[in-house]
């Protein structure tokens, strides 16, 4: 293990906890309502037509074909993205690729995929997707219609994966059972929400996922979007009994499909233990699998090699699809 020793944060981003105390962290339970209120939602997303839309974009790489794409979401919200299409080889799958809370400015043309069409969106109010009033930054977005569920901007988020789905299944209907999602941070926070209430997704992987155990994550110090509602909570004590709605280590327990989850042991932006509360929520599984990184967020001796040993992983696990 190669734990950062040193770091500039006045909390320690490890938690004092070890890998044993993390793998023991169970998920909170269901509050009343919760599969209704999840599947209630994926019912009125499912009924959305995305309406897609496929623009020649100005990116170019030599093994994608590369299109920006648009679609609508609910709240009649249009998102997009970008659409990579092997250059020399057929779509056999589909990947929905989500992004972290910096959002996302390009493509990534280094996923470890073939044969595969990846979907890049961009989720609601951020990067290409911004849609005023949702503040575009972590701080404010998250903050976004927090006390009303029906309305949270996390909420619309997880549409829009659903959306993304609807828009690939539009666009190449044979990849029906063959669609995967990866999401780090934000984007597995998101995953682990929506993964679990659509069955048209067939396998996961989420990489340091926020949202989950909503209770930890309003208590410890951190870096990321959490702060901003730690401060918003001052004045607005109820806020953890909306926040319950929207557990991804709750929603995690829902979770059948294989699934491939990459915790770390030291993160100053997404707390681990939030984290592991996500990764433990997975059925035993020989589907599953839980690969732990040394720390998020924060680079560390041995990052790439780890980061190479997971994308390895990945290859493979994808390659099931």
Not at 72 to 88: F, K
Not at 138 to 164: N, R, T
Not at 287 to 296: K, P, S, T, W
Request: net charge negative; glycine share 8%; aromatic share 10%.
């Amino acid at each position: 293990m190669s734990i950062p020793k040193t770091h500039p944060f006045p909390f320690d981003p490890t938690y004092c906890m070890t890998l044993e105390q993390l793998r023991a962290i169970v998920p909170p339970p269901a509050p009343s309502g919760f599969d209704v209120f999840w599947a209630k939602r994926y019912e009125r997303a499912l009924a959305i037509d995305p309406q897609p839309r496929l623009t020649k974009s100005a990116f170019t790489h030599p093994a994608w074909h590369v299109l920006d794409i648009t679609y609508r979401s609910s709240g009649d919200v249009e998102i997009s993205g970008w659409l990579l299409l092997p250059r020399d080889k057929p779509v056999r799958r589909g990947v929905i690729v989500g992004h972290g809370y910096g959002g996302r400015d390009a493509p990534d043309f280094e996923q470890p995929v073939e044969e595969t069409a990846l979907l890049f969106p961009c989720f609601r109010g951020m990067s290409k997707s911004q849609h005023p009033p949702i503040p575009p930054d972590a701080p404010g977005h998250v903050l976004y219609d927090i006390d009303k569920p029906d309305q949270y901007v996390i909420g619309g988020c997880v549409d829009d994966l659903w959306l993304a789905v609807s828009t690939l299944l539009a666009v190449y209907p044979w990849l029906s059972g063959r669609i995967g999602y990866i999401g780090a941070s934000f984007g597995g926070g998101v995953g682990a929400l929506g993964i679990p209430f659509d069955p048209r997704i067939a396998r996961g992987h989420l990489v340091v996922p926020t949202f989950g155990d909503r209770a930890q994550w309003l208590t410890l110090p951190t870096v990321g979007s959490a702060d901003s509602v730690q401060t918003y909570r001052k004045t607005h004590p109820d806020v953890l009994d909306h926040l319950r709605l929207f557990d991804a280590a709750t929603a995690a327990t829902r979770i059948t499909v294989p699934m491939l989850v990459a915790p770390a042991l030291f993160d100053p932006a997404v707390a681990p233990p939030c984290q592991f509360a996500v990764a433990n929520a997975l059925p035993a599984s020989k589907d599953n699998e839980i690969f732990v990184l040394d720390a998020g967020h924060f680079d560390y001796p041995g990052m790439m090699e780890q980061n190479y040993a997971l994308r390895e992983k990945l290859r493979g696990f994808l390659h099931l699809l």
